[in-house]
């Protein structure tokens, strides 16, 4: 593993720490961000219904801690092309006045950004994985303004749901991390296909 | 289709009769409007429903029924509403036959009616239109040219069958017969469907009512929960009805709280302010939907304003205005002339040059169009750029600047052009065609400027162009201005002083000053050059015998500057009286008389009285003054406070200069120093204060007095406060301890004080004259007395110590003395003496002048003397009366030693004696002595 050579137990330790705790207070901004816009926009707080927009494999036990983080690290990649398209729709169709969401959502996409490149310092032999968007933002033309607000709200959930999940992982993760192989076993790779080297 | 012409109303007198609907306040006014010439397309499906008027009235109860049944009630009710849909369905077949056989009667001249409704602006599809237009042709019209016919109009709600307008529209006839009516819907036509009726007449006559014609709405086929209007842009302060169609036996959860249709819910009007946020949301179980709308503002562009720049094209410029909160899409677009512009407030378009052009800015958005307009020749409209690449070439005295035009047809463009030099504007302007040179004259030697240049059209000058870039230079340095020089009489020396020049001045650097002394006699000259920053030359005075002439040139790398001269005349006349000069607010006022022969003015000077330096003197020349009788200067700020200054006038004259007044004063005055050698002398109570005046350097002012304080040492009290204007003052004050403060005081205040202390006393002569005399008044008065006494001592004797007359016994009476002396070894003896009288008075004559006088001595022990005598007169009762009384029975000398002695007893004795005569006793204590105080001059001869 190059990043085990390079950064030693204890370093790798050191930066998944540091990951989580980035992954952490990203996933309170993804949800003080969904809160913001909810409240500017006078939306209902009860969930929007369709699951989430990224989809990924069940992140089961049996899966390790490597390729869990492989598989997050294809979500959040998901999630932050989805943040990217709402700003640039939300600037086009709507008011592109400083607000404190605007400077929220700014906020959100650059600290994305950053947990991205440090989760991909954690990925094991350069181990790649695609994950796959439900709905598209193409699709929401047709169902207008409040389709798209809706779409927004659906992507604000799924950055919650995915730096939670990261951060989840992540906590527990240097400790089974010392336990885990230096490269993925026979089952899971057969398990998660769609994972590239 | 001709022209309509709408009235609202109700329906002519005689169709009161006609069984009539309720109808619904209108709204259209709270709804928007679009053009009818909207690029919508005809959407209506037209639906012929053949009821009747009557029969509608029927269905519309069914209507209702039918609304009200939908939430499951006993299948008694729901067999009750099917025989009621039977029984509709039959009357309106019925009824149509009636109606159709009524029209085979009386033919409806109405027909091809057409329902059509049109959407405004929105981004997607059927986000909900609100007009609907009916067209239909009048097959009457053709025949009747002249004659006026109206129309009424009846809008229905259709599966209610509730009327929602009505309305009677009259029109001039049209040989196309064909018209068209619109109405504003106070909800999306898509909420449910919509039924016209309409019916002809005229003054004559009343048509029959057409059939329904119905443009249906989306309730009938929407497969989801559908809200309508959506997407779509509401002006500020608009009431917006939203209507949310749901599946069959859905009920949607708030807001959609008016049922419509079997379907459709509609929410009360929501007015929406500027700052709202415009979404609804429809939640209905298991399939929710939602809306956004538009609250925004129509455009409000104002001042269009079409100026060239580059002679070729033109750029029109405009303030947008208020905001329209509208983006993307929906913001306000801009065309010019018909051009799209890219821009928010400028667009650029090709210029049809020497032409008067109108431009036409047409500002649009989904709420409105606003057009702007500006005419002018693009000529008179010039704005130039600003001139590229300024360069310079300067020279001590000006400089010449050139730049380049950016723009070709400006080669050809007569032009004017402004500088700013170092943030002024140069008052010169530049005229010429594709100007780029221009000349600055006049200018400073050896001073930083900067210079931009900015042009404008000079035939139709519209405005100034931009400037350009700021370019930086320096002139060159040139010969110095001449100096400024004087001259300076001291008691001793003669200097020669002139003032540094000033940046202006100086015109570069000064590298030095030359002095030249010309003996005009002798023709003899000395040069002085090694003067690089003095300001000041002494000039040795000898016995010159004619006036010396001084030249003094400043130097720079230009050169020396003309020469400044001034004559030092041989016997300098400085002789003026002083007067004293008062200040005038900080500063000094001076004024003379004109002087005749001065040619060049006067020169004011002045110097520290004071200070004795060489070359602290300042002066100031002032002009020549031919009008005026007096001449006065006036100088401030360069003057110290509480400084003595000698202010001197000069004549300016072609010879040297002549002094014509002299005075010296204060500009400001200030508390002055402490007074000096304070001392004090006193003469008895007569104090005398003298102390030297404040030194010159340390008056700071006129001294005006001196205050003198009094105090008792050790207190702050006052006790006497003298203001004097001599440096002494004598002072009478009571003995005692005094302080003395002593300060002086000037119009700017008081200075420090002095302080000395002394004790005042009497005199001790007066003191002794007082005794002596004193002395020698009581002796006198004592010799007078002791004199008179003596010579009146028998008179004096009588009245003051008269004869006793002898005692008058009338019994045999004792008197007791009592004797006693101190003894050694601590007795003491004491003698008891008795007298015995006679009671009788024959005894007593008997025995007159041999008083029997009997004495016992007896002595004591002190001790037993002491103690008897310092215990208490409780203790009287010690002695024995009984042995006394014997000693007293015994007339005889025969002595009785007494075994006890009492004091006691002696005082029975003696009070007993006083009964008989006075005076008291005297009781000698410290001897132990008691003795009888009277002593009869006729007694015993030891008595004597």
Not at chain 1, 65 to 78: F, P, R, T, V
Not at chain 1, 167 to 180: F, G, I, N, V
Not at chain 2, 540 to 567: F, Q, Y
Not at chain 2, 871 to 880: I, R, T
Request: glycine share 6%; hydrophobic share 35%; charged share 25%.
């Amino acid at each position: 593993m190059a990043g085990r050579s390079v950064n030693g137990r204890h370093g790798l330790r050191g930066h998944a720490g540091r990951t989580a705790a980035l992954a952490r207070l990203l996933h309170k901004e993804c949800i003080q961000l969904l809160e913001l816009y909810r409240n500017s926009e006078s939306l209902p707080s009860s969930p929007v219904d369709g699951g989430y927009l990224v989809s990924v494999p069940p992140l089961v036990p049996q899966l390790s801690d490597a390729e869990k983080i492989c598989i997050l690290h294809a979500a959040l990649k998901e999630c932050l092309r989805l943040l990217e398209d709402v700003i640039t729709r939300e600037d086009e169709e709507f008011s592109n006045e400083d607000s404190e969401y605007k400077r929220k959502r700014k906020t959100v996409r650059d600290r994305l950004g950053h947990l991205l490149a440090s989760t991909e310092q954690l990925l094991v032999d350069g181990q790649k994985f695609e994950a796959k968007v439900k709905e598209e933002l193409d699709g929401q033309v047709a169902s207008g303004s409040f389709g798209l607000k809706m779409w927004i709200v659906r992507v604000l959930q799924d950055l919650v749901h995915w730096t939670g999940q990261t951060s989840d992982t992540l906590r527990s993760m240097p400790a089974e991390m010392e336990k885990a192989p230096k490269t993925m076993s026979r089952r899971t790779r057969r398990g998660a296909g769609k994972i590239k080297k | 289709m001709g022209g309509l012409r709408q009235s609202r109303g109700t329906f002519p007198p005689r169709e009161k009769k006609r069984p009539r609907r309720m109808i619904a306040p209108l709204e259209e006014d709270n709804f928007r409007k679009t053009a009818a010439d909207s690029s919508c397309g005809f959407k209506a499906v037209n639906t012929l429903y053949r009821n009747s008027l009557s029969c509608g009235a029927v269905g519309t109860t069914q209507a209702d029924l039918i609304a009200n049944g939908e939430t499951g009630e006993p299948l008694l009710v729901q067999n009750l509403l099917s025989s009621i849909m039977s029984l509709r369905i039959l009357c309106a077949l019925l009824f149509s036959l009636i109606a159709q056989t009524e029209q085979d009667g009386h033919p409806v001249p109405i027909e091809e009616v057409k329902l059509y409704s049109e959407e405004p602006y929105c981004a997607s599809s059927d986000c909900g239109a609100w007009v609907l237009n009916v067209t239909w042709r009048d097959k009457f019209a053709e025949n009747n040219e002249y004659e006026k016919v109206s129309y009424d109009i009846v809008v229905l709600r259709t599966e209610q069958m509730t009327t929602v307008h009505n309305e009677t529209i009259h029109v001039m006839p049209d040989k196309t017969s064909y018209y068209h009516w619109k109405w504003t819907s106070p909800i999306p036509l898509q909420c449910t469907s919509h039924s016209v009726k309409l019916r002809r007449h005229n003054e004559h006559d009343v048509g029959e009512w057409t059939p329904l014609y119905t443009h249906e709405g989306q309730d009938i086929n929407a497969a989801k929960t559908t809200i309508y209007p959506r997407d779509q842009v509401f002006m500020v302060g608009s009431n917006v009805t939203f209507c949310c169609i749901v599946e069959t036996d859905k009920v949607p959860l708030s807001k959609f709280l008016n049922r419509i249709s079997n379907r459709t819910y509609i929410t009360e009007p929501i007015p929406y302010k500027e700052s709202d946020v415009p979404n609804i949301h429809c939640c209905v179980e298991g399939n929710s939907s939602g809306s956004s709308v538009f609250i925004a503002y129509p455009p409000d562009d104002q001042n269009l304003t079409c100026i060239t720049r580059n002679l070729s094209s033109v750029e029109c410029h405009w303030e947008t205005g208020r905001k329209t909160h509208l983006h993307g899409d929906k913001k306000t677009s801009y065309t010019l002339n018909g051009r799209d512009c890219k821009l928010d407030n400028k667009c650029v378009i090709r210029a049809e040059t020497k032409q008067v052009t109108k431009w036409t800015l047409i500002a649009k958005n989904p709420l409105g169009v606003k057009t702007l307009t500006d005419t002018a020749d693009p000529t008179h409209r010039v704005w130039l750029r600003a001139p590229s690449d300024i360069s310079h070439d300067a020279y001590a005295r000006n400089v010449s600047l050139w730049w380049h035009w950016n723009e070709e047809n400006y080669a050809l463009l007569p032009m004017i052009c402004q500088v700013n030099l170092s943030g002024r504007i140069y008052n010169e302007t530049f005229n010429g065609v594709g100007l780029s040179s221009i000349v600055l004259k006049n200018l400073q030697p050896f001073v930083k400027y900067t210079a931009q240049v900015r042009c404008g059209s000079l035939k139709h000058f519209y405005k100034w162009g931009d400037w350009s870039k700021i370019t930086e230079f320096s002139t060159k340095e040139d010969i110095p201005e001449a100096v400024d020089v004087w001259i300076h009489y001291s008691e001793q020396n003669t200097s020669v002083l002139w003032k540094p020049l000033t940046q202006q001045q100086s015109h570069g650097i000064i590298t030095g000053y030359e002095i030249t002394i010309e003996n005009p006699k002798d023709a003899s000259r000395k040069i002085y050059k090694e003067l690089n920053t003095q300001l000041c030359y002494n000039i040795t005075s000898g016995n010159e015998e004619s006036d010396r002439i001084i030249r003094v040139s400043a130097k720079n790398s230009a050169g020396l500057s003309p020469p400044s001269t001034i004559i030092i005349p041989s016997y300098p006349d400085n002789e003026v009286d002083i007067s004293l000069i008062s200040s005038s607010n900080g500063s000094f006022e001076m004024s003379w008389e004109e002087y005749p022969y001065s040619t060049c003015g006067y020169v004011v000077e002045w110097f520290p009285t004071y200070k004795k330096t060489q070359c602290a003197v300042e002066w100031k020349k002032i002009s020549e003054c031919d009008t005026c009788a007096f001449d006065s200067w006036n100088q401030s700020g360069a003057i110290k406070e509480g400084v003595r200054y000698t202010v001197s006038v000069y004549a300016c004259t072609d010879d040297s200069p002549k002094l014509l007044k002299r005075s010296e004063g204060y500009a400001i005055e200030k508390q002055p120093g402490k007074v000096e050698h304070l001392e004090a002398k006193n003469k008895g109570r007569n104090v005398e204060l003298s102390w030297a005046e404040v030194p010159l350097e340390q008056q700071n002012g006129f001294i005006q007095g001196y205050k003198v304080i009094t105090l008792l040492s050790g207190s702050e009290t006052i006790n006497n406060m003298v203001l004097i204007k001599e440096p002494q003052v004598n002072l009478k004050l009571d003995p005692g301890s005094y302080t003395f403060r002593v300060s002086a005081f000037t119009s700017g205040g008081e200075g420090d004080y002095a302080a000395t202390t002394m004790k005042v006393e009497n005199s001790n002569d007066q003191m002794i004259t007082a005794t002596i005399v004193g002395c020698s008044a009581a002796t006198l008065v004592f010799i007078i007395i002791t004199v008179l006494c003596h010579r009146k001592r028998k008179w004096l004797k009588k009245l003051l110590y008269p004869d006793i007359p002898e005692p008058k016994l009338a019994g045999k009476w004792i008197t007791k003395g009592i004797y006693c002396t101190q003894m050694t070894e601590g007795y003491i003896k004491c003698e008891i003496q008795e007298v015995h009288g006679l009671e009788h008075p024959a005894m007593s004559e008997s025995l007159h002048g041999l008083d029997l006088i009997s004495s016992n001595s007896k002595v004591v022990p002190a001790q037993h003397f002491y103690k008897n005598f310092s215990e208490s007169p409780a203790d009287v009762s010690y002695c024995p009366v009984e042995k006394l009384t014997s000693v007293i029975e015994n007339p005889s000398y025969n002595m009785t030693i007494l075994d006890s002695f009492d004091v006691a007893q002696i005082f029975d004795l003696t009070l007993e004696m006083q009964d008989a005569y006075l005076p008291a006793p005297n009781f000698v204590q410290n001897n132990f002595v008691v003795k009888d105080s009277y002593k009869p001059q006729s007694a015993s001869p030891t008595n004597a």
